[in-house]
């Protein structure tokens, strides 16, 4: 009897042993996470600390993440690089600032005249566009997992200190823009450049630039750019939709348990919804209160939009032709975009019936 006792006993031993085994492996992992808006920026930066916090507390602390503010840790346009060489873990970030390396990435951070983000959220989780965008990764050669982890509704057109009347009022402006916005008003004339939020005001303030696009009222509003340019307008064709990632390295990812992996996921589909909604209760009253301010909320003329969405068309016709992945998943988003607008167009109340 005693015999079996023992060997009872050395068996429970030997499984609390292995458990304790696994149990530490686990609490092993602490990723970095640097991000690259500052947290304060509602929608945009906030969703990283949020989700960086309910991972951490609901995996009893076997997944710990660290957010680093801009700057103090790795610049906000080598978080992929970063990320990928394995210098952190993980990043948060807006994946469309590494077009020049990935082309395909602005389709799933910012397509002009393309999806809402309720069309967009759609086609990445139902579509296919979450696995197409593992394998672009992959096949430019980076170590990373990307998972969505939060977006917002569209930005404004921009900034600028005269209304927009027609496309020749870009030729020769000096504008900050991103993705393939950008790439539109290039074709335009205008000399576009890319910073970092953080410079912006400083660039504006100094004459560096004449005009700048960055995101939605709630935001902007908060950079600043309302004390120097004085016309804000609409509609953000360039980006009805801005998505933003959190960008793990793989072989970080690879460490992970299965139960890790999930809390990630679900986590950051969580840090989807909250940051479309902060986003959705803050905007109007940001734009109320700059209209009070005096500041020129136009719009941006139909015939310029038209204008802009044929240009749009030749930038996307071009970037396909030059790249199999973009040209892949832009022929998903498209196809999707075509059934999605006719519920799109149906489905949802005019606007004039909600005021």
Avoid at 307 to 324: R, S
Wanted: glycine letters at 10%; aromatic letters at 10%.
């Amino acid at each position: 009897m005693s015999k079996i006792k023992n060997l009872m006993m050395s068996a429970v031993v030997a499984t609390a042993s292995i458990a304790a085994v696994g149990a530490a492996k686990a609490e092993d992992l602490r990723w970095k996470m640097p991000i690259a808006f500052a947290s304060k920026l509602p929608g945009l930066g906030s969703p990283a600390p949020w989700v960086a916090e309910k991972i951490t507390t609901a995996s009893d602390g076997s997944l710990k993440i660290k957010v680093f503010e801009p700057k103090t840790l790795v610049p906000p346009f080598e978080i992929l690089q970063s990320v990928s060489d394995g210098k952190v873990a993980a990043g948060y970030t807006w994946i469309g600032y590494d077009q020049g390396k990935v082309p395909a990435l602005p389709l799933f951070a910012a397509v002009p005249f393309g999806l809402k983000p309720s069309g967009f959220t759609a086609w990445y989780y139902y579509g296919g566009g979450h696995d197409m965008l593992q394998e672009i990764y992959a096949n430019k050669g980076f170590n990373v997992h990307a998972q969505l982890c939060g977006i917002i509704g569209p930005e404004t057109a921009g900034w600028y200190k005269e209304p927009i009347k027609s496309l020749d009022d870009y030729n020769g402006m000096k504008i900050r823009f991103a993705g393939l916005g950008g790439k539109v008003l290039e074709k335009l004339g205008a000399s576009v450049t890319m910073l970092p939020g953080g410079e912006l005001f400083q660039a504006l303030e100094k004459g560096t630039i004449d005009s700048t696009e960055f995101s939605m009222p709630a935001i902007d509003q908060i950079l600043g750019f309302n004390q120097i340019v004085k016309n804000n307008l609409f509609p953000g064709w360039h980006q009805p939709f801005t998505a933003q990632y959190m960008l793990i390295n793989k072989d970080e990812w690879n460490k992970a348990t299965d139960a890790q992996k999930a809390l990630v996921e679900a986590t950051c589909t969580a840090g989807v919804m909250r940051g479309l909604a902060e986003g959705e209760y803050k905007n109007g009253a940001a734009l109320a209160k700059l209209k009070a301010e005096g500041i020129n909320i136009g719009t941006i003329p139909m015939d310029v939009l038209k204008q802009l969405k044929g240009i749009t068309n030749e930038v996307l016709a071009e970037q396909a032709a030059a790249d199999p992945d973009f040209k892949r998943a832009l022929e998903s988003q498209q196809a999707f975009q075509a059934e999605y607008v006719i519920w799109d167009e149906n489905a949802y109340l005019p606007t004039e019936l909600m005021k």
